[in-house]
């Protein structure tokens, strides 16, 4: 497939270009990997958020897992929230008994009202969807308040389509158990996950990219779809017969040359996340036994706090904690990430009850796209990019190619498939 040109070697981009011989992949960045790349500070690896390996494909766990060497496995995720003050079981609606009384109260009659009063037909977004499957005070009182952190935008803007395994739908015998006594949890978010027990996230795929036409640092700037031919920022000119890509969207449109008008003004209609990772190592054994929690009001930016150092306590010095804090803002929301970090790491001390002291390393990554927001308009717009691309033997893949919020496995098979879509799009060509 020396034909075939891949921009982006994240893991669609990856999937792609291993079952495509002889292709040539670009890479942007310094380094492959894409949003699934670790960063070390201090010899301790971060990931650009809180990354495990969930996946129930048992061909691309043992992938991986060969490609990471030693792996730590665990059987049941440990998971929270932390609100008002509390530290309450994941999933709040399976327990309920955590509540103050007036709030179980409310909560369980309004989500046994919800259930009881369902409307026929699909919700018409996803807060419609929370107060279906929640009820009010719940929807309130803890989803709105998330979405609000997390996605930066109303739960009434964002769609249904992104849901698919995210939460978990309420269990109406389950939750009126969960509301009188604590009881053993049958619906943990993750009942076994991996990660690598050195090296972060990344470490189950940098192997993989061993014999690979890699070429880093090569930023695609202009693709004429005419002529078949990609320039890069380097100045550098590369031909195709077809062309895949899994870099962003918006930003694959604005690079084709002679692109119509309206077709770079729909691309620029797709919105997401920015991330800020606050990364910290903290001379404090087990500050937290979770591997992540969950963090809601605005008192504290942070949405999501993970613990590295749980997910592979060989990754850090005995004695010490390595934590990351996520925090979200809209791709079009200024900050200043220096002056963020700092407040962030200020309220994770007082939330874990340490001080600046005692941290030994902080730092901070900057993601400046993290997570699609998965609007009324994504599916629509996306749809028509894609059939105006392949049109034109451009086959655009992954997260960011497809702008639909995937897991890692999906991503990787995302990347397959359009392999095979390129390999039939170029036999047929070679038939006619």
Not at 144 to 149: I, V
Not at 183 to 202: D, K, L
């Amino acid at each position: 497939m020396g034909g075939v040109i891949v921009l982006g070697a994240g893991l669609a981009g990856l999937g792609c270009a291993r079952h495509l011989p002889g292709c040539r992949l670009f890479e942007a960045a310094a380094k492959p990997g894409g949003h699934a790349r670790s960063h070390e500070m201090a010899g301790v690896p971060f990931d650009e958020g809180a990354h495990i390996c969930h996946s129930k494909d048992e061909e691309f766990v043992d992938l991986i897992c060969r490609s990471a060497g030693a792996v730590v496995e665990t059987g049941r995720s440990l998971v929270r929230n932390r609100w008002q003050g509390r530290w309450l079981t994941y999933p709040v609606q399976n327990n309920l008994n955590e509540l103050p009384p007036e709030g179980r109260v409310r909560a369980l009659t309004d989500l046994v009202e919800a259930h009881a009063l369902a409307p026929a037909g699909e919700p018409a977004d996803y807060r419609a969807w929370c107060l279906r499957q929640y009820g009010r005070f719940l929807t309130e009182t803890f989803y709105d308040d998330f979405t609000a952190k997390y996605w930066r935008v109303p739960a009434e803007a964002l769609a249904t389509d992104w849901l698919g395994g995210r939460l978990l739908p309420s269990m109406l015998p389950r939750v009126i158990q969960g509301a009188f006594a604590p009881i053993p949890e049958s619906q943990a978010v993750f009942a076994r996950f991996r990660y690598p027990a050195r090296g972060g996230f990344f470490r189950f795929f940098e192997g993989l990219y061993a014999g690979q036409n890699l070429s880093c640092g090569e930023r695609a700037v202009e693709i004429d779809a005419r002529r078949r031919t990609v320039l890069f920022a380097s100045g550098r000119r590369e031909s195709y017969r077809v062309l895949a890509s899994s870099i962003p969207l918006p930003d694959l449109i604005r690079a084709v040359k002679d692109a119509p008008p309206e077709v770079v003004d729909l691309a620029a209609k797709l919105r997401c996340t920015q991330l800020l990772c606050v990364n910290l190592i903290v001379d404090r054994p087990r500050l937290t036994d979770c591997h992540w929690f969950y963090v809601y009001g605005s008192d504290v930016e942070a949405a999501r706090v993970s613990a590295p150092s749980n997910l592979a306590p060989g990754s850090v010095p005995e004695g010490q904690t390595a934590l990351q804090a996520e925090v979200f803002r809209r791709d079009d929301e200024a900050f200043d990430p220096a002056s963020l970090a700092e407040r962030t790491l200020a309220q994770l001390g007082a939330l874990l009850d340490f001080g600046v002291g005692d941290v030994r390393h902080a730092g901070h990554v900057h993601v400046r796209r993290a997570y699609v927001l998965s609007d009324h308009d994504r599916a629509r717009t996306v749809s028509a990019l894609l059939a105006w691309l392949e049109e034109r033997d451009i086959f655009s893949t992954g997260l960011y190619g497809r702008w639909k919020y995937v897991w890692s496995d999906e991503a990787f098979r995302q990347g397959r498939q359009t392999a095979q879509a390129i390999r039939a799009r170029l036999g047929t060509c070679e038939a006619a």
